[in-house]
């Protein structure tokens, strides 16, 4: 079955750009739209954005500022920038296929599976 | 703050049956459908149910979920100690461009 891994750099400093990868295995990329969400320690979810495999984006109005994700279906990854990074972003990021349809004007749309998700601190 | 809103807390004892709420608006849960995540300490959240009241595949039908209006709720019966976790909806936001949202996670206790 489709299972995705994270990766990346752990620690990133104040301003800098925090970069991460997703690398899908067992499925194909294409197809599919594909999530990046996080979580500060002992917080909620929070969704960053989505790409589908041909590139299209969204990304939440909160962050879309900061945020760049983009796609290598040769590679079968998806990845993440995030911009001029505070403390505020320390939080573990998870990757998810993001499945989603709309049936008379009713939008479905879940995320399975995640990635188990890495911890990106910023700090100096 | 979180778009979803959900108690931070909820208890039961071994064989109980326990709901968890999830309220919305109009432009969430009241265009589109609820998902339920389930977050076991120290993993990744998993899909509990999808498109208001579907299982995937493995999930126990110990685990159910409904929606009215602009709320939504988890219902989980024959509760066991494995249950212990946090637990999250989650809806699409038609508001701006349209966002992902989630609430902010109940933590549920096995007594």
């Known amino acids: 079955q489709v299972q995705l891994q994270e990766s990346g750099p752990g620690l990133v400093k104040p301003s800098e750009t925090l970069s991460l990868t997703c690398t899908v295995s067992?499925?194909?990329?294409?197809?599919?739209?594909w999530s990046w969400i996080r979580q500060p320690p002992g917080k909620g979810l929070e969704w960053i954005g989505y790409?589908?495999?041909?590139?299209?984006?969204n990304y939440n109005p909160s962050l879309k500022s900061r945020v760049t994700i983009s796609v290598d279906t040769s590679k079968n990854q998806f990845s993440l920038k995030l911009s001029s990074v505070t403390a505020a972003d320390t939080a573990v990021y998870y990757c998810?296929?993001?499945?989603?349809?709309?049936?008379?004007?009713?939008?479905?749309?879940?995320?399975?599976?995640w990635g188990q998700g890495t911890l990106v601190t910023v700090s100096s | 703050q979180s778009v979803l809103t959900q108690p931070p807390s909820a208890s039961g004892t071994p064989g109980q049956r326990v709901t968890i709420s999830c309220s919305g608006s109009s432009s969430n849960i009241g265009s589109n459908t609820v998902n339920w995540y389930q977050q076991l300490p120290g993993t990744a959240p998993k899909l509990l149910i999808y498109s208001n009241n579907q299982r995937p595949s493995g999930v126990p039908d110990r685990f159910s979920g409904s929606k009215s209006g602009t709320s939504a709720s988890l219902a989980i019966s024959g509760l066991q100690s494995e249950d212990e976790a946090d637990y999250y909806c989650a809806a699409w936001d038609d508001s701006l461009n349209g966002q992902g949202v989630f609430g902010g996670g109940t933590k549920l206790t096995v007594l």
């Open positions: 067992g499925g194909s990329i294409s197809s599919y739209y």
């Open positions: 790409i589908y495999y041909s590139g299209s984006t």
């Open positions: 998810a296929r993001d499945a989603r349809l709309e049936a008379a004007g009713t939008k479905h749309n879940w995320f399975d599976p």
